[in-house]
């Protein structure tokens, strides 16, 4: 900058011109650097990481678990099997509980995502959760409500009916080829199916609103 004025006033002198008519005012900083200024601005801001997706995502989540809770049972009911319905027939690449677990994930955006087996993976009931209803025997069993069993092994299955003594399911690789099909029984035929050493081994669930 100091070169810049030496110069521009030794030209000015030898010319009889006028330093200020003849450009030797420095320049400021908006003039030097032009539109770089507001380039650089734009620049910084561009660096600070934009978390504002965070919120919209926690603020979605909130939105749809209040949606979820403010529906009645039969709606949430319907919900999941309607969900699983429209696996039918499809290979899902999933075992029985990460279908039945992503089913009730979808049906519920998000907010609700089935429990753990317990004690351990041949369990025949869920870990804790304020979000899951024991409903008892399977003759109070409702469309949409999930079945934990030990066949013997351990199965998940969503209740697709349970009319007169017959009680149809909708799962995925009851044929150990995690494709999703429905198949029906009867209760008697169920129940002598996961009766083992004279316990019954079962647990029925429905998934509530939290």
Same mark, same amino acid.
Request: glycine content about 8%.
């Given at each position: 900058?100091?070169?810049?004025?030496?110069?521009?006033?030794?030209?000015?002198?030898?010319?009889?011109?006028?330093?200020?008519?003849?450009?030797?005012?420095?320049? $400021?900083?908006? /003039?030097?650097?032009?539109?770089? %200024?507001?380039? &650089? !601005?734009?620049?910084?801001?561009?660096?600070?990481?934009?978390?504002? $997706?965070?919120? /919209?995502?926690?603020?979605?989540? %909130?939105?749809? &678990? !209040?949606?979820?809770?403010?529906?009645?049972?039969?709606?949430?009911?319907?919900?999941?099997?309607?969900?699983?319905?429209a696996d039918n027939g499809k290979y899902v690449g999933l075992n029985c509980k990460n279908w039945a677990r992503k089913v009730v994930s979808d049906a519920s955006k998000g907010t609700i995502t089935i429990p753990a087996t317990c004690p351990g993976e041949t369990g025949w009931y869920w870990c804790g959760s304020s979000k899951v209803q024991n409903m008892g025997s399977i003759w109070n069993a409702q469309p949409g409500n999930v079945?934990?069993?030990?066949?013997?092994?351990?199965?998940?299955?969503?209740?697709?009916?349970?009319?007169?003594?017959?009680i149809c399911w909708i799962d995925s690789n009851y044929k150990l080829d995690k494709t999703v099909r429905i198949h029906c029984q009867t209760v008697a035929a169920f129940l002598k199916m996961v009766t083992i050493n004279g316990q019954q081994k079962y647990t029925v669930y429905q998934i509530t609103g939290g």
């Open positions: 900058m100091k070169t810049f004025l030496k110069l521009c006033l030794i030209v000015a002198l030898a010319f009889g011109i006028s330093v200020v008519s003849f450009g030797c005012i420095a320049p $400021s900083e908006e /003039e030097l650097l032009g539109s770089d %200024t507001t380039n &650089a !601005q734009d620049d910084a801001q561009d660096d600070v990481e934009d978390d504002s $997706s965070i919120g /919209e995502n926690e603020d979605a989540l %909130t939105w749809w &678990a !209040q949606w979820w809770k403010a529906l009645g049972q039969w709606s949430r009911n319907n919900t999941i099997l309607n969900r699983a319905k079945v934990q069993m030990n066949l013997p092994g351990p199965h998940t299955a969503i209740v697709s009916s349970n009319i007169g003594g017959n």
